[in-house]
């Protein structure tokens, strides 16, 4: 898929994106992790209300 779209990107004239470096890679996954469980914490914290008790 991302040589598809690498193609795709040189036929229309746009400069095609390097690849990520394995430094980039780790420091992306380092800020994913907890911006997941922000956004996961605000689900529960938000649907739970919303529950009936057992």
Do not use: H, K, T
């Not at 990107?9 to 420091?27: F, H, K, T």
């Amino acid at each position: 898929m991302q040589l598809y779209r690498d193609e795709f990107r040189e036929m229309i004239g746009l400069d095609v994106p390097r690849r990520r470096s394995e430094i980039e890679a780790v420091r992306a996954l380092g800020w994913y992790r907890p911006f997941r469980e922000i956004v996961l914490m605000f689900a529960i914290v938000n649907i739970e209300p919303l529950c009936e008790p057992l």
